[in-house]
């Protein structure tokens, strides 16, 4: 969905398509604090039921639901009136830049007043999603985003008689899609025969014990993320500082990254939720042995995506901006693409090492490697590449790669490694 609301905004302006695309970095580092409670919420609740505990992963769900409605508000109001303030980081100083950070900040707003949905929505699909219901998960989204891609064209475009609302009616759309979301997720929730149920005495009944091991666990991976998302950010900074046509290509590629690290999350989530039930079962051998297979397909996966971004770089490219458009073509786009197929598949195999790691406890060792690739690699490495020896988004992309190739080869390490089996963390 991302990717088509791009193509959707692109056909407004560059600078709208930047801007927005900025908005959905900020809704991105933000949302992570979420992630506190949502990795370890997934981590006790694959050991519960690994021990056939339904009781307890049901407690904890309804814990977990309960923190997200609670922090939903704080985060809307950030979104709502931090925003200015967060886009100041766009050089104010060119006059399409100002018009990408009109638009981002109006489309931040109004996103907004949706958090008391699209929160709750987020966490409750990824609980779902984490225990291993992938295929209801799949049909909220489904619904949830072919709704949304009815929507964002008449209200971005103003068809059917409806006024053109051009970024105000893809935050429209995103929001109602969300909504729709937020009602099927619960209605699934309150099911007896779903793998975890919703209870609403656990849901507004506080157990600060609860709380503590939902804290304690996830904390790390807030972390890992927040660092993840906070240098992804300073990144894009530098990209914005080259100008409003660098920025808008490194959005455009964001943009196609986020939708496929979808399909590498799929098998990284499969090996979180397996490596955390076979651990749950007293079974590590099977633990491991799930861990290499996923590993293997991700692999394989992320071979297939390189050739087909090299084959169709060119279709790709006019899906998102028009042909009359030649800057793009100008700049040197195939270059920068090439690199950009190249770091997907290291990314795949990270992702799933990643997903074994954190089914199996191991979420301070991620957060460690995070912290210290982003700020050597990411920021520091990418700062040099930058404003010292001006390698432009060609540097970008390759520093990202050699990022993910080094955290394949450490995290693949420790996971052998087997430290995990003597772990008392959880």
Avoid at 377 to 385: F, K, L, P, R, T
Wanted: overall charge positive; proline content about 2%; some cysteine.
């Amino acid at each position: 969905m991302w990717l088509i609301e791009a193509v959707f905004i692109g056909r407004l302006s560059a600078a709208a398509l930047g801007g927005v695309g900025f908005a959905l970095q900020i809704i991105l580092v933000t949302i992570t604090i979420l992630l506190t409670f949502v990795t370890g919420a997934i981590i006790l609740i694959n050991r519960e039921l690994g021990k056939k505990n339904h009781w307890q992963a049901n407690h904890i769900v309804g814990q977990t639901v309960m923190v997200s409605f609670i922090l939903a508000v704080p985060i809307g109001l950030l979104w709502y009136f931090g925003s200015p303030v967060l886009f100041a980081i766009i050089n104010e100083h060119a006059t399409q830049a100002i018009s990408g950070m009109e638009s981002g900040v109006e489309y931040l707003r109004l996103i907004a007043y949706f958090a008391p949905v699209l929160i709750p929505n987020f966490i409750a699909v990824s609980l779902i999603r984490g225990s291993g219901d992938t295929h209801v998960s799949m049909m909220i989204n489904i619904v949830m985003n072919l709704t949304n891609v009815v929507l964002s064209p008449v209200l971005i475009y103003g068809l059917f008689g409806l006024p053109r609302l051009e970024v105000a009616g893809a935050a429209y759309a995103m929001g109602i899609a969300h909504t729709l979301g937020f009602v099927m997720t619960f209605c699934y929730l309150r099911r007896r025969r779903s793998t975890i149920f919703l209870s609403f005495r656990e849901m507004t009944t506080p157990n600060f014990e609860s709380f503590k091991r939902l804290f304690s666990l996830g904390l790390p991976t807030t972390v890992e993320q927040m660092v993840w998302s906070g240098g992804m950010l300073v990144v894009t900074g530098f990209v914005a500082v080259m100008g409003i046509t660098q920025l808008a290509i490194h959005q455009l590629f964001a943009r196609i990254q986020a939708v496929l690290s979808m399909l590498y999350m799929g098998f990284g989530l499969a090996a979180m939720s397996h490596v955390g039930q076979n651990i749950g079962a007293n079974d590590h051998k099977l633990a491991l042995r799930t861990g290499r297979i996923t590993r293997r397909i991700n692999l394989l996966l992320g071979f297939l995506v390189l050739i087909v971004l090299v084959v169709f770089s060119e279709p790709i490219l006019h899906l998102f901006i028009r042909k009359e458009d030649t800057v793009i073509a100008d700049y040197g786009f195939k270059t920068v693409f090439f690199v950009f197929a190249m770091v997907q598949v290291p990314k795949a195999l990270n992702a799933v090492i990643s997903g074994s790691l954190r089914g199996a406890g191991e979420i301070r060792w991620l957060m460690y490697v995070n912290i210290v690739t982003v700020l050597v690699i990411e920021i520091g490495c990418n700062w040099a590449g930058a404003f010292i020896f001006k390698w432009g988004l060609v540097g970008i992309w390759a520093i990202q790669g050699a990022d993910e190739v080094l955290k394949a080869f450490l995290n693949r390490r420790r996971f052998h490694g087997g430290n995990w089996k003597l772990s008392k963390y959880i």
